[in-house]
């Protein structure tokens, strides 16, 4: 069956850094547009990054340009966000998403826990 499990998630203090993961199965990875999302405590789930299917094309959200950096390993079924420099208001709960468009396909993982305290 179709899993996604985001994992590197912690408590970090302001100024640090993150690295979470997304391990993929049951799908064909290669094929789907994959992002990250992100939902704090009282707001709605908001898109962080995307990168394309061959991963020559990323986006980001203004809020973490210059310090999160999105990428995937199609060989392994894996994408990664590399986050630097963290804020407070990076807080929230991190989500895997896979997306097929033209398929009408989308799949979301549990979710990884992101504190950004002193």
């Known amino acids: 069956q179709v899993q996604l499990v985001e994992s590197g998630g912690g408590l970090v203090q302001p100024g640090g850094s993150l690295r979470l993961s997304c391990a993929a199965s049951?799908?064909?990875?290669?094929?789907?547009?994959m992002s990250w999302y992100r939902q704090a405590p009282g707001k709605e789930r908001e898109l962080v990054a995307t990168?394309?299917?061959?991963?020559?094309?990323?986006n980001y959200a203004d809020s973490v340009k210059g310090r999160f950096t999105i990428s995937r390993d199609n060989a392994k079924n894996t994408m990664s966000l590399q986050m630097i420099s963290l804020k407070p208001e990076d807080t929230a709960v991190y989500y895997c998403?896979?997306?097929?468009?033209?398929?009408?396909?989308?799949?979301w993982g549990q979710g990884t826990q992101v504190t950004v305290s002193s």
């Open positions: 998403n896979a997306k097929r468009s033209l398929l009408g396909y989308v799949y």
């Open positions: 049951g799908f064909a990875f290669s094929s789907f547009a």
């Open positions: 990168i394309s299917t061959a991963g020559g094309t990323t």
